[in-house]
């Protein structure tokens, strides 16, 4: 990155994810002195990307969730552009397939025409059809943004409107698969942002994979003067008298902000800010439990000629819904398939990829020696892939190379406490925290998925410092 690491700035930015950089980015459009700051060598968090033996590899990005058409206005991600000031065509997006939520003789599919979804009800549960229309007709006039004082869960309410179990949790599935801290549930506010994400808009993916998107929020960053500071972790946040005042590297090197924006998540940012507030917010009492490993194969044969045509399968093995930590390691009982070349203007690889997604415990990992983890990760693959026969061709033939990564990874390259997924159950939608001057963004905040972090940097920058400095 090649800039001296400075000792005053207007916003320090904790986190050169999505979120940071697209804080980053409008905070530099309006000339301020921001600095974004990350542990790792690579820019990107949970969304990331990087090459083994050759081969290049996505991690994190399934697919960019709130897909609409260029031109389209009002929805999350032309909102994201417009403030960002990125064109539309710069993303290359090509549309999902098809996509389904799968239990043992009965499936949903779904794709980015809603209607795809009604018809299946419709079709497969009859009686719940209009129950499904009053939802959809409720949902449709929520905002698209996560809302406070909203504490009730999704299941309480879909009581209201449909009495099929296996109806919710077939509609659950994939919701919760995609960002939920909270096992078998989620809260309310984050359902809708999730409904209106995943089944009004939809999927899609950048040609390239994640590497596209953060190549432009980083090349724009810079464009606009931005300083990026990669192996520079923070080691402590420095308050006085109630107020964030800045942050002591792990070289011992401080800078002095204005103010501070986290992406690291509640417990590992308070536990930055001394004995009190790390007790607070310990990862006893505000951790979450969610975690996974995800083994990605490479194949000597396109998915389509196995007869697999979905872009990603939500599957259940059982006939109710599986969503927490397992007691073991892993557990395939439920999960995520997904096929990153089974979009609209993909390049096609050598080598296609299937990515497996399973529920993982959130300690075991940890406490493995080297052989025990290498043999575990081996045994997830294994089991995982003879648990998806149902809903997927059988690879194992037909897989070349394989890459895992684990909760293990996830610490390693994020700092997440128990190498979790989605954060705290604990969220705080205006991002405010116990320090003034200290706002949090991303998955902590409420947000979820690609967009939604983008979207939240974004929030947090106009609500926390642009609204807030007189520049």
Request: glycine share 8%; net charge negative; aromatic share 10%.
């Amino acid at each position: 990155m090649g800039q001296t690491v400075p000792s005053t700035c207007d916003t320090l930015i904790i986190g050169a994810g999505m979120s940071g950089l697209a804080a980053g980015i409008r905070l530099a459009q309006y000339d301020q002195n921001v600095v974004v700051l990350d542990r790792h060598a690579l820019w990107g968090g949970l969304n990331s990307f990087y090459k083994k033996a050759g081969r290049p590899f996505d991690v994190g990005l399934h697919a960019l969730t709130n897909y609409v058409d260029k031109g389209v206005r009002g929805k999350p991600l032309t909102r994201i552009l417009r403030q960002l000031r990125i064109p539309y065509d710069a993303l290359k997006l090509g549309q999902q397939w098809v996509s389904e939520s799968a239990f043992p003789g009965v499936k949903l599919r779904f794709s980015n025409d809603f209607q795809l979804m009604r018809s299946e009800v419709a079709e497969k549960f009859p009686s719940q059809i209009d129950g499904f229309d009053r939802l959809s007709a409720l949902l449709a006039d929520y905002p698209s943004l996560p809302t406070a004082g909203m504490p009730v869960f999704a299941r309480t309410r879909l009581a209201e409107f449909l009495t099929d179990e296996k109806l919710v949790d077939l509609l659950l599935l994939p919701i919760l698969y995609y960002g939920s801290p909270t096992p078998h549930d989620i809260e309310w506010g984050s359902f809708v942002v999730l409904w209106k994400s995943l089944y009004e808009e939809g999927f899609a993916r950048p040609q390239g994979g994640v590497r596209t998107i953060l190549t432009l929020l980083r090349d724009r960053y810079k464009e606009l003067g931005g300083q990026l500071h990669m192996r520079q972790g923070v080691a402590k946040l420095l308050h006085e008298n109630g107020k964030a005042i800045g942050v002591v590297l792990d070289s011992g090197h401080e800078i002095r902000a204005s103010r501070i924006l986290s992406s690291a998540g509640l417990v590992e940012t308070m536990a930055l800010c001394g004995e009190a507030l790390q007790e607070k917010f310990s990862e006893e009492k505000c951790a979450g439990e969610m975690t996974f490993v995800e083994c990605i194969s490479l194949l000597d044969t396109p998915l389509v000629d196995l007869g697999h045509d979905k872009t990603i399968t939500f599957f259940n093995t059982t006939e109710r819904l599986i969503y927490e930590a397992p007691e073991a390691a892993f557990d395939s009982r439920s999960g995520v398939i997904c096929c990153p070349d089974h979009y609209d203007n993909q390049i096609p690889q050598h080598e296609p990829a299937l990515r497996l997604t399973l529920r993982a415990h959130p300690q075991k990992w940890f406490d493995f020696t080297d052989e025990e983890y290498a043999a575990t990760k081996e045994s997830a693959w294994q089991a995982g892939h003879k648990a998806i026969l149902p809903f997927a061709p059988d690879i194992r033939d037909h897989t070349v190379f394989v890459d895992t990564f684990t909760p293990r990874t996830v610490r390693q390259f994020t700092g997440h406490t128990r190498g979790v997924v989605y954060g705290s159950p604990i969220k705080s939608p205006d991002g405010t925290t116990e320090l003034e001057n200290l706002f949090l963004m991303g998955t902590d905040q409420g947000f979820l998925g690609i967009v939604g972090a983008m979207l939240s940097g974004i929030a947090m920058a106009n609500v926390h410092a642009l609204q807030a400095s007189p520049s």
